[in-house]
């Protein structure tokens, strides 16, 4: 499905069509989505906070001044009520160290990987990135899955660029050393 | 990117953190979120009035008055009296006077109220004041609920 641009949306549910607002919601459900989802962790959780979402920026889209992109508007108005909802079950902590990551690592680690079948590979991507705590898990996915840029992120989440590398960089050494973790662990059961 | 993102770069991640599928939203949900949207009742706006309903009440009258008097009034005589005024006899004037008077006790003799109309006139004002009345009621009533 092709849509145009958020604008002309925009413009029909303000001057009273609000059936315009389905194509907004269907041309970026599955971002929110995801935000959401990676956040919580809980599909249905995840979908009642996306419906949320789209109700408070359908109500607000009147005041919506058009100084951001409304994508990142949205997904940032995602990741402020799916951080609330999850805050109000546990705190989230996350505690990663500084070591530098070698290439060395992410060759043979990269290696390893490459060896195992695509359903493997689906399984040990699955296993670390739940160990992620929720917000690394977003930072990961937004960056490398959904190729939003290092500006995009740092607006949707309100850290700044420079705070987004440097989580980013941890991140990927964190992913790493969780790899070559789960790879270790996987050839003793199989040795 | 610039060169501070080369420690974050990784097309070898991209491509594993791509291989699982995300979980996907239920069939439904833009109608869900379509059906929980407050809905946006326009009012129907009320034609502005040009003209007051008072005026077109007085204008009215006005002219019901004047078509009345056209037809009523005898004022041949009075126009046959003021031809024949002159400043030389002021007994003349005294004659367009009388004509005058004449003209308007006969005009108004003329006039006869029947039962049908004061009825019609009475149920007319009752209705009038029963309307002033229900709309500041309501009008009093509406307000206190809100």
């Known amino acids: ?85 999850s805050r ?41 990135m739940e160990k992620l705590p929720e917000e690394e898990n977003l930072l990961l996915t937004l960056f490398y899955k959904n190729d939003k840029s290092i500006e995009d992120i740092a607006e949707i989440t309100g850290y700044s660029q420079s705070n987004v590398k440097v989580k980013l960089y941890r991140i990927r050494k964190r992913m790493y050393d969780d790899l070559k973790r789960y790879l270790e662990k996987a050839e003793e059961q199989h040795g | 990117m610039d060169k501070n993102n080369t420690h974050i770069e990784d097309d070898f991640l991209k491509k594993l953190i791509s291989l699982p599928e995300d979980e996907k939203l239920s069939d439904d949900f833009t109608s869900k979120v379509m059906a929980g949207l407050p809905k946006v009742i326009v009012a129907p706006v009320e034609a502005k009035r040009k003209i007051d309903l008072r005026i077109i009440g007085l204008i009215a009258a006005v002219s019901i008055t004047a078509i009345f008097i056209f037809f009523n009034f005898d004022f041949s005589g009075i126009l046959k009296a003021a031809a024949e005024t002159s400043e030389n006899n002021p007994v003349k004037y005294l004659n367009l006077f009388t004509s005058i008077s004449k003209s308007f006790s006969d005009g108004f003799s003329g006039i006869k109220i029947s039962s049908i109309s004061i009825t019609a006139v009475i149920s007319l004002a009752s209705l009038y004041f029963a309307d002033i009345f229900f709309k500041k009621w309501f009008n009093q009533n509406h307000t206190e609920a809100i």
């Open chain 1, 88 to 128: 109000r079950k546990k705190p989230v902590f996350s505690a990663i160290d500084d070591e530098m990551i070698d290439n060395y690592t992410t060759d043979v680690i990269g290696k390893s990987v490459d060896e195992l079948s695509r359903e493997e590979q689906i399984t040990a991507v699955n296993k670390v």
């Open chain 1, 1 to 85: 499905m092709t849509f145009r641009d958020d604008s002309f949306y925009i413009g029909q549910v303000v001057g009273g069509d609000q059936s315009a607002y389905a194509a907004l919601v269907d041309k970026h459900k599955a971002l929110v989505f995801t935000i959401a989802h990676k956040i919580l962790r809980h599909r249905e959780e995840a979908e009642e906070v996306a419906q949320d979402v789209f109700l408070k920026a359908f109500n607000a889209l009147s005041s919506f001044k058009g100084d951001a992109k409304f994508s990142t508007w949205l997904y940032r108005i995602t990741y402020n009520t799916a951080i609330s909802q």
